[in-house]
């Protein structure tokens, strides 16, 4: 059998990544990547050429039983995402579980990571901690997570797109209360950021620019969170807005 080696590649800066990854991915019979064309600059950067396919979120079920079968009749396979850690946060986690299932071998080459990256520059406690990447994109559903975890003690580290930003800080800073917080911007790469405070105070200082780790105290007191939203609350009754304008008006009449 082959074996799939899950590689971290830098989350900006080139120069971050291991001598042992780029050992690797010059080694390998095939590299599967998020997207082809971040990875090309990666291997062009460091002169490396070699096969590359496409394993992304809407093809990952059936790439990841292809690829599962390519490691199994012999071929050597590095897996990369984006940037950082593959499998973390990322649909490379089903390749890597469906070796598991079939033993394939799957060897980690660690590098880079955003969420350790930002959680370490912080200054939040940082000897137990929750990584929750990306929030649902949608407000309720948004709002129905932070609220499962606003009495989590620990600290919290977030992932969040430029364009829902200032959304989900407003969000963490009326679900979870002004807590203090550290959002990292760019890591690494060469407008890095970043904003430390009380959430109430830095959330007017975040530029919509480039991708967000948010990192936030964990909770000091008991908080039973915000309440729900109409939405949330038809949801959680099982119901849907129709369904009650119904009961509403068949019990009047």
Do not use: W
Request: net charge neutral; hydrophobic share 40%; with cysteine.
């Amino acid at each position: 059998m082959g074996t799939l080696f899950v590689v971290a590649t830098p989350i900006g800066n080139l120069s971050d990544i291991s001598t042992r990854a780029l050992e690797i991915l010059q080694t390998v019979d095939l590299i599967a990547c998020e997207d082809t064309r971040q990875t090309i600059k990666l291997l062009n950067h460091f002169t490396i050429q070699k096969p590359l396919t496409s394993y992304h979120e809407f093809n990952e079920e059936k790439k990841a039983a292809e690829l599962a079968d390519q490691l199994a009749e012999g071929t050597n396979v590095a897996l990369v995402s984006d940037a950082g850690v593959p499998a973390v946060s990322d649909p490379g986690y089903r390749l890597v579980r469906l070796c598991r299932l079939r033993g394939i071998s799957v060897v980690p080459i660690p590098g880079p990571n955003a969420a350790i990256t930002a959680l370490a520059a912080s200054g939040l406690p940082s000897a137990e901690f929750m990584f929750v990447g990306f929030l649902p994109a949608k407000k309720t559903a948004r709002r129905q997570k932070l609220t499962s975890i606003v009495n989590v003690t620990c600290t919290l580290i977030f992932y969040e797109a430029p364009h829902r930003i200032e959304e989900m800080l407003s969000d963490l800073l009326e679900v979870l209360g002004n807590r203090e917080t550290c959002i990292g911007r760019e890591i690494t790469k060469l407008h890095e950021e970043f904003v430390f405070g009380r959430l109430s105070e830095v959330r007017s200082k975040v530029k919509a620019l480039g991708e967000f780790v948010v990192v936030i105290g964990g909770a000091t007191e008991m908080r039973e969170g915000a309440p729900l939203t109409r939405e949330a609350a038809l949801q959680k009754l099982g119901i849907t807005r129709n369904e009650l304008y119904d009961m509403f008006f068949k019990k009047k009449t």
